[in-house]
């Protein structure tokens, strides 16, 4: 069944058609709370969290975005309250442009031995690299270049002017390549 | 974009986009004229589609457990067929 005619089911009441939107959405809201907190147990968490906010809220869902667009939003109003309830995190500042851009002319990942993904060692590398980025960076970084939002929508959903959002992600990127230009010159 | 190595258009198009420049712009018609004849931007932009590239592949699965954990904080595991 298509999700707009879910939508009008679920809200009229039918919890069958409520828990087919849950189906229909829970690996997509999994994975994204999963790559912006990188922890197993809270993406969980705020998953839950988010189905929760969606099945209150779903009444004031307009239906003139995707479903999973609002649950973005959702998810990372959770992520970012859950971080910055979390105090004895500290991210690192990434406003100065010539450290972010200091070993431009260094790389040649080409030699990089292990580039699959499912390889762990590669795995901690992003974890570790993303997890020194504040949320707010991550956010944006996360939304516009992996999830592939426009940044006109990314701006909506983070609650920024686009020159904002362009700006953090610009940081982001170049924050992230050079921490996995580090880890991969070790 | 290639899974590997993506090449100056991918990147380009990726940059010029996200700028909000339009392919064909003056801006973006420089940029690339400047990457075709530079192999150190080449190779940092390169390193850049590499990392979005990387972050996108890298998922995880909603195991069984959690998803019932799921229906069932939601109270819907009567209708989870």
């Known amino acids: 069944m298509e999700e707009t005619k879910l939508i009008e089911l679920a809200k009229s009441g039918d919890r069958q058609a ?3 939107l849950v189906k229909n959405n829970e690996q997509t809201v999994f994975n994204f709370s999963f790559k912006i907190c990188r922890d197993r147990d ?3 968490h705020i998953m839950q969290e988010t189905f929760y906010s969606m099945i209150k809220n779903l009444h004031q869902f307009d239906g003139h975005s995707k479903l999973s667009t609002w649950l973005y ?3 990372s109003n959770h992520c970012l309250m859950m971080a910055r309830k979390d105090k004895s995190k500290s991210f690192v500042s990434i406003d100065n442009d010539d450290e ?3 070993d431009r002319y260094t790389a040649d990942w080409s030699t990089i031995p292990n580039q699959n993904i499912e390889n762990d060692e590669l795995k ?3 974890d570790d690299s993303i997890n020194k980025l504040s949320p707010e960076y991550r956010i944006v970084f996360l939304l516009r270049d992996v999830e592939g939002l426009s940044t006109e929508e990314t701006a909506k959903l983070a609650e920024l002017s686009v020159p904002a959002v362009k700006s953090r992600l610009h940081r982001a990127r170049a924050f992230l390549r050079k921490e996995l230009n580090k880890a991969f010159s070790r | 974009m290639s899974e590997q190595n993506p090449n100056c258009k991918d990147v380009m198009q990726h940059i010029c986009e996200s700028l909000g420049e339009d392919l064909e712009s003056d801006k973006c018609v420089a940029i690339k004229h400047h ?3 530079c192999p150190d931007c080449q190779k940092y932009f390169n390193t850049i589609g590499l990392t979005i590239d990387y972050y996108k592949k890298y998922n995880v699965r909603l195991t069984d457990d959690a998803h019932k954990r799921l229906m069932n904080f939601l109270d819907l595991s009567d209708c989870d067929k």
């Open chain 1, 18 to 20: 409520l828990a087919s």
């Open chain 1, 42 to 44: 809270k993406a969980e």
């Open chain 1, 73 to 75: 939003r959702i998810v």
């Open chain 1, 100 to 102: 972010l851009y200091e």
């Open chain 1, 124 to 126: 901690k590398i992003l």
């Open chain 2, 35 to 37: 990457l075709d004849n």
